[in-house]
């Protein structure tokens, strides 16, 4: 049972972290207290911003002796309004802003330990100035941080070849709900002590404790890239296309992204300086880099060879490369966009769902048909990461409605697309997140065995429930009560 902070904590808080690490101040605290898409408005008592893992201890410790609850935040661009409080303003905000210190970063080891609080676009920065890269991206690179990342196991542009940040972390340092410290940042690649608790923080989103830092795997800087943009027919093609480019084109090629129309032409509309790569018009596009180390040949001509033999045998139906770098950013400026011109131009139920990759076309294109047929004057607009079977299988309200379609209708329509990617073994959160979006959604249609697992580490790990409260793990009722009612899993 969790318990609003009292005066006597916040005074305590207040006296240890000082006048940058503390603030009640109601407008230092409202750009916080909501989420990116403007979907959740929550309330805290106070926005702690410890500088340091102790002072991070010092929190999590005072706060479990009163039962307060704690919401980790980083770069605040969760998908699920998993860094939102609750409206019921019990809750702390800690964000890790503050700690946003790369502590070593090393081309030898290929290892870069970042705390927190550092942004990914400044890693990636970080590590191209000692020759090397930290291989993951996404839209939000200019603000989330590295532990949103790792709390939610983010996934982004170049899964394909390097996976999500599962794969990329190497040693975590955290704290845990009783405030003690988790020093397990030493990256090494065999170690068989027991479980994991470090793939346990992964994905966790901050429902086990506050990451403080991590070992991120770097890799070989870039050499030399290739971007190019593909008009074609179906998501059929866009997946033969991609396996012809792993026959052609193997590992260089690190991101395969499935762009329709429609999210092509959302951007145009709503993101200045932004133009159609292409001259005709085409249902679907891909974007794709194929990428080559330093003293590696550019994988250019290997790329440009592929695409004109998917062009002769009727896979793509036009293409092109870019040129130079500017080219190439402006193709990915299109791709990173389709987020921010959706936002702009009005209310969708959003969704990340993930099947076998090979199942994905056929998903789609039935999937859409029976939304909008069942849902008339919604518009399904799905992109993002054919390659990982991942797409943003996003349904547009009807023209005029406002924004609470998407809590209306717009519930309908997510317990509806669940439902058919439940019913084809796939997931309903490829890697946004649960949050508190999906909270319900999860209870309705998780696998029971795997609920009670999660419940239980929770339990076991954090007690008091003062560690994100309200997100991932849906509370015991809520799943036994839906599970009664419905004959779907996940
Ligand atoms: P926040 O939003 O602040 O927090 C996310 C979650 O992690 C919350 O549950 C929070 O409580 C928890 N958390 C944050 N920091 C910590 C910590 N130190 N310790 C414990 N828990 C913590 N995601 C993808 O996977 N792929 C994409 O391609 C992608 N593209 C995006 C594009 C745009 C334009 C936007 C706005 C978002 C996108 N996202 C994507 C979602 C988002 O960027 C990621 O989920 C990111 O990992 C969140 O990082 P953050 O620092 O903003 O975390
Ligand atoms: C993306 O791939 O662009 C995202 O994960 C963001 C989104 O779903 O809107
Ligand atoms: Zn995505």
Known sequence: MSNPPSQSLLTELKDRLGLKGFTADPSDLAPWLQDWRGRYQGAAAAMLSPATTQQVSDIV??????????VPQGGNTSMAGGATPSEAGDALLLSTRRMNRLRS????????????????????????AVGRRFPLSLGAKGSATIGGLVSTNAGGTQVLRFGTMRA??????????????????????????????????IGAEGTLGIVTAASLKLVPAVGSRSVAWCGLESPDKALALLRLLDNAVGDAVESFELVPRQALDLVLRHVAGTRAPLGGSHGWHVLIEAVAPMVAPSPEKELGRALGAALEIGVIEDAIIAQNEAQ??????????????EKKDGPAAKHDVSVE?????????????????????????????L???NVHFNVRAPEGADQAWAVGEGSAVTAFVHDL?????????AEHGIGQMRLAELARLGDPTRLAAMRAIKKALDPKGIMNPGKLVPPIARAQASLAQSPHRQ
């Open 105 to 128: 970063i090393s081309a030898e080891a290929n290892v870069a330990v970042a705390e927190a609080g550092v942004i990914l676009a400044d890693l990636h920065e970080a590590a191209a």
């Open 421 to 429: 990617v439940t019913a084809a073994g796939g997931s309903i959160s």
């Open 357 to 385: 990759v090979s199942a994905m076309p056929a998903f789609m294109i039935e999937a859409t048909a029976a939304v909008e047929q069942r849902f008339p004057g919604t518009r399904v607009i799905a992109f993002g990461h």
């Open 61 to 70: 410790r005072l706060c479990a002796a009163e039962g307060v609850p704690l």
């Open 328 to 341: 190439a950013e402006a193709l990915w400026r299109i791709r990173d966009s389709i987020s921010e011109a």
């Open 387 to 389: 390659g990982d079977g």
């Open 168 to 201: 990329l972390v190497e040693g975590i340092e955290a704290v845990l709900p009783d405030g003690s410290i988790f020093d397990s940042l030493a990256p090494l690649k065999k170690d068989n002590r027991g479980y994991d608790l470090r793939q346990l923080l």
